[in-house]
C-alpha cells in the first residue's frame, strides 16, 4: 500500500463518482478503478459501494478512510516539516560566548536570527575562552565566540574567523583622578589598583596586560579579578579601581564612569567565531548567513575560509 493509494480513496469518497475523482487525481478513470480494486484486495473488505446513485464507502470505509485521511495529513506535515528543516527554520543551535561578545555583535545577530528563525530553539551559554573552545571540540557546542581561537587537542579540526578588533582601555568612576583624561600609560596604571580579568578564564588579555605593565608588575599581581566586563565596569564606578578591558565596553550605557585609552597601544586578542568543519546542519549555515548580514565585513573572510577547507579538509 502506498500513499497514492490513500489519495485515490480519499478523492473517491469526497467525489463519490470514479469519473469526476480520476479528473481531479489527473488519471483516467480504467486506472482509477483498478487501484482501488487492488487496495480493497489488500485489505480484505469491500471499501466502497457501486451504485447506480454513485460510489459510497462502506463501513469498512469509512473506517479506512478516517485513518487515511490522518495519514495524508500526517505525510503533508512531514514534508514541510523536512523542508523547514532543511532551511535550517527548526532545531537548536548552542552557542557559548564571552561575555564582551554581547556588547557586540552578538546583539544585532540575535535580534536578527531569532526574528528569521523563531523556531530555531537557541542555548545560549556565556562561558570564557578556556572553556567554550574545549566544549565546541567535545561536540557539546555548535558555535562558540572565544576571545583569539581555540586552542589545544582537536582545534585543528575547527574554522575560526576573526570577527572583531579591540584593544586593552581603561574605566574609571566620575570621581577618579583620571576621569578627566583622555588617555592613561602604563606607568600611571602600575600606580594604581587594578581590576582585570581571570587568568585562568582568558589567559590571552591577561598576557596583553603583562605586556603592558610588565610580567612582574605588583599592580597586576594585586588586582582585583572580575568575571566579565559587566564586573569591571561596575567595580570601576564603585569606585574599587581602574577597570581594564577590551575597548568594546564602551558601548556600555553605564553612569558614572568614563573611558581612556592606554597607551602604548595594547591590542588584545580578536574576537572569534569558531564551528566544527565537520558540521554541516542546516541551522548552522543559516546562522552563519545572518553573521554575513549583520558583519559584512566577516562574510568575505568566513567564505575564503570556508573555501580554504576544501574537500580533502572535511568539508
Not at 587568568?199 to 610580567?215: F, N
Amino acid at each position: 500500500m502506498e500513499a497514492r493509494h490513500l489519495r485515490y480513496a480519499v478523492a473517491l469518497a469526497e467525489h463519490e463518482h470514479f469519473g469526476r475523482a480520476a479528473g481531479e487525481l489527473g488519471i483516467a478513470q480504467p486506472p482509477l478503478s483498478k487501484q482501488i480494486a487492488d487496495l480493497e484486495r489488500e485489505v480484505g473488505a469491500r471499501l466502497f459501494d457501486r451504485t447506480h446513485r454513485g460510489v459510497f464507502p462502506t463501513a469498512a470505509g469509512e473506517a479506512f478512510l478516517a485513518r487515511a485521511r490522518r495519514a495524508l495529513d500526517e505525510i503533508a506535515a512531514a514534508t514541510i516539516d523536512a523542508g523547514r528543516a532543511a532551511r535550517g527554520e527548526t532545531g537548536r543551535l548552542r552557542l557559548g560566548f564571552i561575555a564582551s561578545a554581547l556588547l557586540d555583535p552578538l546583539p544585532g545577530v540575535l535580534s536578527r536570527f531569532g526574528r528569521e528563525r523563531p523556531d530555531v530553539r537557541l542555548e545560549l551559554h556565556e562561558m570564557a575562552t578556556s572553556r567554550s573552545g574545549p566544549a565546541l571540540v567535545a561536540g557539546e557546542l555548535d558555535v562558540a565566540l572565544t576571545l583569539g581561537p581555540p586552542r589545544g587537542a582537536g582545534a585543528e579540526h575547527l574554522v575560526s574567523v576573526p570577527i572583531g578588533r579591540d584593544h586593552v582601555i581603561a574605566v574609571v568612576s566620575t570621581t577618579h583622578p583620571y576621569a578627566g583624561q583622555r588617555s592613561v600609560g602604563a606607568a600611571q596604571l602600575r600606580q594604581q589598583r587594578l581590576i582585570v580579568s581571570a587568568g585562568e578564564d582568558e589567559p590571552a588579555v591577561v598576557a596583553g596586560l603583562r605586556t603592558l605593565l610588565g610580567a612582574d608588575s605588583s599592580a597586576l599581581g594585586g588586582a582585583t579579578v572580575a568575571r566579565d566586563v559587566h564586573t569591571i565596569i561596575g567595580l570601576a564606578a564603585s569606585g574599587v579601581g581602574v577597570g581594564l578591558g577590551p575597548s568594546r565596553m564602551r558601548a556600555v550605557p553605564r553612569p558614572g564612569v568614563r573611558f581612556c585609552e592606554v597607551t602604548p597601544h595594547t591590542p588584545l586578542p580578536d574576537l572569534v567565531l569558531s564551528f566544527a568543519a565537520r558540521d554541516h546542519s542546516p541551522v548552522l549555515r543559516a546562522f552563519l548567513d545572518t553573521i554575513r548580514e549583520n558583519c559584512p565585513d566577516v562574510g568575505a573572510a568566513l567564505n575564503d575560509r570556508l573555501r580554504s577547507q576544501g574537500p580533502s579538509n572535511g568539508r
